[in-house]
């Protein structure tokens, strides 16, 4: 039996990602499973060589317009740590801030918009207008107040230009963290509401398990994002300056994204991965959630992430009300517009590793004496994933192999979604072949 | 004075001609367009709903392959674009969707238009190529045309 769906094309061109998954079964045997993928950020690194340090976070911003705050971040930390420039508290905590915003909104784009329509039986979420109109408010007024704390803090929800080494080139107004203030304070009724919506569904969700390697941050006195070292589920904390013994990317035939392996053949990286490795530093709120949802850390469902990611959106909400709080507590230490810290640019190389929506993101740059590029890394959460993803597949299709095609290839696809792979960098479509006898 | 429509360029500056519509909205922001706000949302981001929910109405600006000849402009309402309505159904950011999604939670019907212009090339790289860069001033005057008329 050969079946195959073609779901690619766009008029309107996009950074195409694509993704697909094989799966050929003979006489109930499973003879090829694969998850495969064309596309990775390769091209940007080559692109940053012989650039200035002060337009390499430019750069990497358009990396992923979903994630774009996250790639500044890290090639700013990059840069920094390469030239030996530090950042004050007060712009630590607003970086963090911008994070947040960026992080939330993501979840909540993920949730809403793609996850949501699997678990209603939706092909998209248009219908869930008509089906689900008071939900998608929610959605979308969590998904605005997300852009709104980034767009305080950096000037645009999408490629933020106030972001550079050492600062920011403008501050916010304390009139505006105190409305963003305000409008935080009044959004827990709607991550009430989205929990609710989730509880109802989080049935649909498949129970499929599979043990693996969680890979995330973490910090001493905070559930890492913008801070800390990397740590494993498997061998404890490992620096920073490690990370590509951590990501040992590899190629594999069918994909031109490199895969990613640790102590084991995968591991997985992104909200269930930080999760299991930090729970115990949530937020009251989120942890309430979690408790909701019966996640008690280690949890090796895959499909669970989607429910992290509402336990973290309830922590970003929390945080960030702390950390403006904080902000005006002590009052915002005043500078210039257009402010641009005096940097002289020096030889040397410096490593970024933050965690983003959907795992931990690390730049790698060396800089020459005159400031410009000669090397760099990056490695990306979604490259991280997918040798897990290919993995969880392999363990997942025999068990479900007898059901028919169809619900084949929803279970499937709803597991490669539920990593949330990054839409605008990695996996834009899915397009899946059966290419030998299914059900 | 309050801005009621909006340029919302889509696209990326590292994709060659994709570029084109970051391009076409940096011309514009020393124009005089009082009540038009200029938005470089990158790729098309899930922002659009907000944008299209925000203001009357949005000119978007991007490279579109419509078959014409590379730097080729063509102005065209996205509910008439049928061959896009039959490639729906994906769960992949599509501008379209996000427009009818932003529209049907909208007070008010919003007028759409896109402003597109053929590229030529859009693998990685940064610059826009010959043709379509030779198009900039004319696709200028277009987009600056197309939103004065709504």
Not at chain 1, 26 to 49: A, H, I, K, N
Not at chain 1, 101 to 108: A, F, I, N
Not at chain 2, 8 to 33: C, F, M, S
Not at chain 2, 47 to 74: K, R
């Amino acid at each position: 039996m050969s079946h195959t769906i073609d779901v690619d094309g766009d008029l309107v061109t996009r950074v195409e990602g694509h993704g697909s998954i094989v799966v050929n079964v003979d006489e109930g045997e499973l003879e090829t499973c694969e998850w495969q993928v064309v596309e990775s950020p390769r091209y940007f690194e080559s692109m940053l060589v012989g650039r200035s340090f002060r337009e390499s976070h430019h750069v990497t911003s358009r990396i992923c317009a979903i994630c774009s705050v996250s790639h500044t971040i890290a090639s700013l930390q990059a840069t920094e740590a390469a030239m030996g420039v530090s950042v004050s508290e007060q712009d630590r905590r607003l970086r963090k801030l911008a994070l947040y915003g960026e992080t939330l909104q993501s979840h909540v784009l993920h949730l809403g918009y793609l996850a949501l329509p699997d678990l209603v039986g939706e092909k998209s979420v248009l219908p869930l207008a008509e089906t689900h109109p008071d939900e998608l408010e929610t959605v979308i007024d969590l998904h605005r107040l997300g852009n709104e704390l980034t767009e305080v803090v950096t000037g645009r929800s999408v490629h933020a230009q106030r972001l550079l080494p050492g600062g920011f080139s403008q501050l916010p107004e304390e009139r505006e963290l105190e409305t963003l203030l305000d409008r935080l304070l009044n959004s827990w009724d709607a991550v009430a509401e989205l929990a609710d919506l989730l509880a109802v569904l989080a049935d649909e969700l498949p129970a499929f398990e599979r043990e693996t390697e969680y890979i995330s941050l973490t910090h001493p006195e905070e559930y890492a994002f913008t801070e800390g070292t990397i740590y494993s589920s498997d061998v404890g904390e490992i620096p920073v300056s490690d990370y590509r013994d951590v990501a040992n990317e590899y190629v594999v035939e069918h994909s031109t994204a490199k895969f990613a392996r640790h102590e084991r053949d995968s591991y997985m990286v992104g909200a269930l991965a930080r999760f299991n490795n930090n729970a115990e530093q949530l937020a009251p709120r989120a942890a309430d959630i979690a408790d909701r949802f019966g996640l008690d850390a280690p949890v090796h469902n895959p499909y669970l992430n989607n429910v992290a990611q509402l336990v973290e959106v309830a922590h970003l909400l929390a945080e960030s009300v702390r950390l403006i709080e904080a902000l005006l507590a002590d009052g915002l230490a005043p500078q210039s517009n257009y402010h641009v810290p005096e940097i002289d640019p020096t030889a040397g190389r410096g490593i970024g590793a933050i965690e983003v929506p959907r795992g931990v993101l690390f730049h790698e740059y060396a800089y020459d004496d005159a400031g410009e590029v000669t090397e760099a890394n990056c490695v990306i959460p979604t490259n991280q994933n997918h040798g897990n993803i290919q993995r969880d597949m392999e363990t997942l299709v025999p068990t479900i192999v007898e059901q028919p095609e169809d619900d084949v290839k929803h279970t499937l696809e709803m597991l490669v979604r539920a990593y949330d792979p990054c839409i605008s960098c990695s996996t834009h479509y899915l397009d899946v072949e059966f290419v030998g006898e299914v059900a | 004075m309050t801005a009621d429509r909006a340029i919302v360029a889509l696209g990326n500056p590292y994709r060659r001609d994709d570029g084109i519509g970051p391009a076409l909205v940096d011309r514009l922001r020393d124009r005089e367009l009082p009540t038009v706000d200029c938005l470089d949302l990158g790729d098309a981001g899930f922002d659009l709903v907000h944008v299209v929910a925000d203001y009357a109405a949005v000119v978007i600006v991007d490279a579109v392959d419509f078959g014409g000849d590379p730097g080729e402009v063509a102005v065209f309402d996205p509910a008439d674009t049928t061959e896009i309505t039959e490639r729906r159904g994906t769960h992949a950011t599509d501008p379209f969707e996000l427009i009818e999604l932003g529209g049907g939670l909208a007070e008010t019907a919003t007028t759409i238009r896109v402003v597109g212009v053929q590229p030529a090339e859009t693998g990685y790289g940064d610059g826009l190529s010959p043709a379509v860069a030779q198009a900039l001033p004319e696709a200028s005057k277009t987009l600056t045309a197309t939103v004065r008329s709504l």
